[in-house]
């Protein structure tokens, strides 16, 4: 492949040469989304171009009315664009049926929710094999045993029975990580994933997401905390429906050391 | 594979929400088995009817005397005297359909023995009445046809003036009794009959050869009825209308004339019954089906409670890839779930309380198969009849807007 451009809206970026060689899970093209809203219409998005190469951890920023939610319910293929072109693991997404969206939600993409999501007075491996009740390619055995990987992946091998309203906020989140990873999908989406976290528990969240791109899962996370990109290796950040900056981040924080530094608690 | 995991999703539902299933069940399930219960009563009384009916003797016939006009004075069809011995002769000698036939004179007076007396009905009949009536003997023997050609002072009589009259309990066979002051001799006893449909005790009878009725009590010669049985119920119609024209023949009435008698035969009896139960049937359906669709509205209200609750779970399964197709199923094999085991449940109620009736209130109940099938039938159809609407609901529900809503 070649060089990747980026258009912005009057600047051109080149991104980092290392990534060009890697494969684009995401390929977006002057992609815009408009809501019409009684008379008027809004633009949420005005054209905007980007691409995501497997295994990157790219956070996309931006203020409230920057258009990150537009974004995100785009790259989560909840949602279509008014034009422009959006293209997961070379399926192109326009156009497609509700149903066909429903398959590549479920087969392509993992989601994380600020809120957890997890269904209430359901077991944390009920909660994960979620997804691949949707998918009826996999056998209930081949469901329970990937359910179970998941969870020993996220560290909660030993919590599998236990319900949300028995694990702490982390758990939970984890919990969460986990079903997201049950499908093995081409992209992690995480909207918010640590807005509900204390800073201790969302470095802990943050250092498995860490671990978990460097096995090689592609991250997307989306945020308004600046001090979670720090942790990603690519930061995209969104203004009035454009991207004001898209820089890949030289100077990574390991969220592990971070953890280490926050003064111990002992409860 | 797919329905089978939609199928668990919606019976965990329904195993969260225990209380809430249950007591959306509950109206389907009194619905259910009110209509089940209902219709065994329905059913009961209608076989309770038919059987103490044909019990009467369900190929009766009964012919009397109708109204007829003297003198410009319409009179009343009791006191005419217009069937005579020689109209039964010729029905017996003319009709092809009857199998056996009696005339029948009645009167109303005082059963005697000793010191005990009894008010009671003496019919005088001849031997074939037993075979009409449809009635056996208990102890003892029938007159003969002797008895009515010589008028001989014997009668057979019902259990209830035995007990009557004959306290101490000794055979009254044999014995003498006087009915108003005629001395009969009992040569027989009626096995016991109990009441009919129309409340009559059927034991409270004296029954003597006709021909002693007319000459020692009544002093008639006239007949107050004729009774005959046809040769089987269903020429019982065709049986009636040969005698009418015999009897039209007998009284030499022109075509214009109306009849100057009336013949019956239970069938229009049975009929009539069967209409007057039937229409009560339809009544206490009607009630418990209304019952049911209350049910049915109870699914509806909290299906529809239940999706507005759960809507951040279905923008979450529609996140995670389930197709409103999915979710549409899953709302719907809920609600199905909830009918069709409220159904199970009131189908065992229902057959329950029939027993419980049929117990300890004594009425006659029949639980019908159809009343289960259609029961079960219609609360399949009232889970999907209402389940569809709030099912469709979520189903169309926009994922962004469900995942955000609160």
Not at chain 1, 109 to 127: C, D, K, V, W
Not at chain 1, 190 to 205: C, K, M, P, Q
Not at chain 2, 114 to 124: D, L, R, V
Not at chain 2, 345 to 370: C, D, H, M, Q, R
Request: charged share 20%.
């Amino acid at each position: 492949m070649n060089k990747v451009k980026v258009h912005l809206c009057h600047k051109e970026v080149v991104a980092e040469k290392d990534n060009t060689m890697k494969k684009a899970i995401i390929k977006i093209e002057n992609l815009k989304r408009e809501f019409t809203m009684g008379t008027e219409t809004v633009h949420a998005l005005k054209g905007i171009s980007f691409d995501i190469k497997e295994g990157e951890f790219v956070t996309i920023m931006g203020s409230s009315g920057s258009g990150k939610s537009t974004m995100l319910n785009i790259l989560g293929c909840l949602d279509q664009p008014t034009s422009g072109n959006y293209e997961i693991d070379s399926v192109k997404v326009k156009n497609l049926t509700r149903n066909e969206l429903a398959t590549i939600r479920n087969e392509k993409i993992g989601f994380i929710f600020q809120s957890y999501n997890l269904l209430a007075r359901t077991s944390a491996i009920e909660n994960v094999e979620l997804p691949l009740l949707y998918n009826s390619k996999v056998s209930t055995d081949e469901r329970r045993a990937r359910a179970i990987k998941a969870l020993e992946m996220v560290g909660l091998g030993d919590r599998m029975d236990h319900t949300p309203s028995q694990l702490s906020g982390g758990q939970q989140q984890r919990v969460a990580i986990a079903r997201s990873l049950v499908n093995n999908p081409v992209m992690i989406l995480a909207d918010e994933a640590t807005g509900n976290l204390d800073t201790r528990t969302s470095y802990e969240i943050m250092s498995l997401f860490q671990e978990l791109n460097k096995q090689g899962i592609t991250i997307t996370f989306v945020t308004h905390e600046p001090d979670i990109a720090m942790f990603s290796n690519r930061t995209i950040v969104l203004k009035d429906g454009n991207i004001i900056k898209d820089y890949i981040n030289e100077n990574i924080q390991s969220a592990a050391n971070e953890l280490a530094k926050l003064p111990k608690q002992d409860d | 594979m797919r329905l089978l995991n939609l199928f668990k999703i919606a019976t965990k539902a329904i195993i969260l929400n225990k209380t809430r299933t249950l007591l959306t069940m509950l109206g389907i399930i009194i619905g259910v088995a009110s209509v089940i219960a209902m219709l065994a009563i329905g059913e009961g009384s209608k076989e309770s009817i038919r059987t103490s009916i044909s019990a009467m003797g369900s190929n009766m016939i009964t012919i009397k005397a109708g109204a007829d006009t003297k003198g410009g004075v319409k009179q009343e069809a009791s006191v005419m005297e217009s069937l005579t011995l020689s109209d039964y002769e010729a029905i017996k000698a003319q009709s092809t359909l009857l199998s056996y036939s009696s005339p029948v004179v009645e009167g109303r007076g005082q059963v005697i023995n000793g010191s005990s007396n009894w008010p009671s009905s003496i019919y005088g009949v001849n031997p074939e009445y037993l075979n009409i009536k449809v009635v056996g003997l208990q102890s003892g023997s029938m007159f003969t046809d002797v008895d009515v050609k010589t008028a001989s002072k014997v009668a057979v009589i019902g259990q209830t003036v035995v007990e009557s009259v004959f306290p101490d309990g000794q055979d009254p066979v044999g014995q003498m009794i006087r009915f108003n002051n005629i001395p009969f001799k009992v040569i027989g006893v009626l096995e016991e009959k109990g009441e009919n449909t129309f409340g009559q005790d059927q034991d409270d009878v004296v029954i003597a050869p006709y021909t002693t009725v007319q000459k020692r009590i009544l002093a008639i010669d006239h007949l107050n009825q004729i009774m005959a049985s046809a040769i089987s119920e269903e020429k019982a119609p065709d049986a009636v209308l040969e005698v009418s024209n015999i009897l039209r023949v007998q009284h030499k009435l022109t075509d214009s004339d109306d009849d100057d008698f009336m013949v019956r035969s239970m069938e229009e009896l049975i009929s009539t019954f069967s209409s007057t139960s039937e229409m009560l049937t339809i009544l206490l359906v009607a009630v418990a089906s209304i019952s049911l669709l209350i049910g049915g509205i109870g699914i509806m209200n909290i299906m529809y409670v239940s999706v507005k609750e759960r809507t951040k779970e279905i923008g979450l399964r529609m996140a995670v890839g389930a197709k409103g197709a999915d979710i549409l199923m899953q709302f719907l094999i809920e609600a199905i779930l909830i009918s069709i085991t409220g159904g199970v449940l009131g189908v065992l109620l229902g057959l329950g309380s029939t027993v419980f009736i049929e117990k300890f209130l004594n009425w006659p109940t029949s639980v019908a198969l159809y009343s289960i099938v259609i029961s079960f039938a219609v609360c399949a159809v009232t889970g999907i009849f209402f389940g569809w609407y709030p099912a469709r609901k979520a189903s169309a529900l926009d994922p962004i807007t469900a995942l955000r809503y609160e």
